[in-house]
C-alpha cells in the first residue's frame, strides 16, 4: 500500500481511539457507583488484612483514599481514568506507523481489541488494562538492552502477578518475542538463561496460588472496607477469603459442568473471525534470520490461555487478553524489524484485492458490526458502533 493509506488510515485510528476515551471515560463515571458491579468488586481486594492475591492494587487505591479522604469509590475511578487513557494513547503511538496494509488494518480495528471493553461495560475497567499498559510499556523500550530486561523480568512483571495472577498464562507471548530478539533457536546456555529470567514470575505465582487467605485475615479486610468506606466486600473480593485448599479443583470442577457444545461452537468461531487478519499476517511473515513462520509460534504460546476457558465463566475476556498480547507481540516485531511480511503473498491475498467500496463494507461489517458478550453463555452482540453512543445516550443525555 502507499504512503497516502498509511497516512489516511493513522488519522482515522486517532480519532477512533480518542471516540473510545471519550466514551470510555463516561461509562467508567457510570460505573464505579454501581454496588453490584462486577468488574469494580476486584479493586476492593487489598492488603489492610494481609498479604492476599490481587491486593497490591487495592492497597495502593485505599491508601489514596485515605490520603486525600476521598470516597473509595472515587480513588477507583481515577486511577481508572487515568489507566484507561494512559493506555490506549500509548496503543496509538505505538500502532500508528504500522498500519500499511489491509490487513494490518484490519487487525488492529479487530472487535476483540480495544472496541471490545468499551462496547462490553461489564468487561470495562478491569485489571486487565494495567497488565496491557506494562505490556506495551515494555515493548516501548530496547528490549535488548540488559537494564531493561533487569527492569522488567525481576521487579515489573513479578508486580504484574500481584495485580492479576493469571497474566502467568500470556506470558508465553513475551517469551516468543525474547526468543526473536535474541535470536535463540535451539537448546543452549542462551535458552536457560532465558528461561531463568521468568523464574521470579513462576515463583511469584506458585507464593500467590499455594497460599490461601485465612479466613481470620479476610474478616479484617471486609471489617476494614465497610466500617471505613461503606463497602462490602463481593464476588472478586469475597471470593479471596473463600479459597479452599483444593479450590482450583472445585472451580474446574463447576466450570467444565457448565460448558455445552454451543459454547464451544460459538467462541471457536469467535476466535477464528476475530482473529483471522492477524493469523494470515503471521502465516505470511517469517523472522529475518531463521525464516521461521510465526503462526506457529503464536499459536504454541497461545495454547495455555485454553486452560481458562476451563476455570472462567467470562470468555470473551480470555479472547480479548489474549487478542491483545498476540498483536501488540507482533507489532512490536513488525515496527523492529525482526520480522518480514512476505509481500507477493500479501499483494496476492483475496483482501488486497477487492476494490475500495467492497473493502470499505467488509471493514464496517468485521470491525464495526460485532462484538463478543462477556460470558460463554452469552450471544454475539451486533452494531457496537451504534450501541456504544446509545448507551451514552441512554445514560447520560435521556433523563436530561
Known amino acids: 500500500m502507499n504512503k497516502s493509506f498509511s497516512n489516511k488510515w493513522s488519522k482515522y485510528f486517532l480519532y ?5 476515551i471519550f466514551f470510555g471515560i463516561f461509562f467508567l463515571y457510570k460505573k464505579h457507583d454501581v454496588g453490584n458491579d462486577s468488574s469494580l468488586s476486584d479493586w476492593l481486594i ?3 488484612g494481609g498479604f492476599v492475591r490481587r491486593g497490591l492494587t487495592g492497597d495502593i487505591i485505599l491508601n489514596f483514599a485515605y490520603l486525600f479522604s476521598i470516597k473509595l469509590r472515587d ?5 481508572q481514568i487515568c ?45 486487565e488494562l494495567i497488565i496491557f499498559l506494562i505490556i506495551i510499556l515494555y515493548f516501548f523500550l530496547d528490549i535488548n538492552k540488559i537494564k531493561n530486561q533487569i527492569i522488567f ?13 493469571p497474566v502467568i498464562i500470556f506470558y508465553p507471548y513475551i517469551f516468543v518475542v525474547d526468543l526473536i530478539v535474541f535470536r535463540i533457536s535451539k537448546i543452549n546456555k542462551d535458552l536457560i538463561i532465558l528461561l531463568m529470567s521468568y ?90 534470520r531463521h525464516n521461521s513462520n510465526l503462526l ?44 518480514k511480511i512476505d509481500q507477493n503473498k500479501l499483494n496476492n491475498n483475496q483482501i488486497t484485492k477487492f476494490s475500495n467500496k467492497i473493502f470499505l463494507v467488509l471493514f464496517v461489517i468485521f470491525c464495526l458490526g460485532w462484538n463478543p458478550k462477556v460470558v460463554m453463555r452469552d450471544d454475539v452482540a451486533s452494531k457496537p458502533v451504534y450501541a456504544v453512543p446509545y448507551k451514552f445516550y441512554k445514560y447520560f443525555l435521556k433523563k436530561k
Not at 477512533?16 to 473510545?20: A, P, W
Open 296 to 339: 506457529y509460534l503464536f499459536l504454541l504460546a497461545f495454547a495455555p490461555s485454553l486452560l481458562l476457558y476451563l476455570l472462567m465463566y467470562d470468555w470473551a475476556r480470555i479472547v480479548h487478553v489474549s487478542y491483545t498480547f498476540m498483536l501488540l507481540s507482533y507489532a512490536f516485531l513488525l515496527k523492529n524489524k525482526f520480522i
Open 16 to 20: 477512533y481511539v480518542l471516540i473510545l
Open 46 to 48: 487489598n492488603y489492610s
Open 83 to 127: 489507566i484507561f487513557i494512559t493506555y490506549y494513547l500509548l496503543v496509538y503511538h505505538f500502532l500508528k506507523n504500522i498500519i500499511s496494509n489491509r490487513l494490518l488494518l484490519l487487525a488492529i480495528f479487530s472487535p476483540v481489541f480495544i472496541l471490545y471493553p468499551v462496547a462490553e461495560l461489564e468487561a470495562f475497567g478491569r485489571k
Open 199 to 288: 523464574s521470579i514470575i513462576f515463583l511469584l505465582t506458585l507464593l500467590v496460588y499455594t497460599n490461601p487467605f485465612p479466613e481470620e485475615n479476610f474478616k479484617v479486610m471486609v471489617d476494614v472496607l465497610k466500617k471505613d468506606f461503606g463497602e462490602s466486600c463481593y464476588m472478586s473480593c469475597h471470593y479471596v477469603g473463600n479459597q479452599a485448599a483444593n479450590s482450583f479443583v472445585e472451580l474446574l470442577d463447576h466450570h467444565v459442568k457448565m460448558i455445552e457444545p454451543p459454547h464451544l461452537i460459538r467462541y471457536f468461531l469467535i476466535i477464528l473471525i476475530g482473529f483471522f487478519p492477524l493469523f494470515f499476517l503471521l502465516k505470511i511473515s517469517k523472522t529475518t
Open 75 to 79: 480513588s477507583i475511578l481515577i486511577f
Open 153 to 165: 523480568k525481576v521487579f515489573v512483571f513479578p508486580i504484574s502477578i500481584l495485580i492479576w495472577e
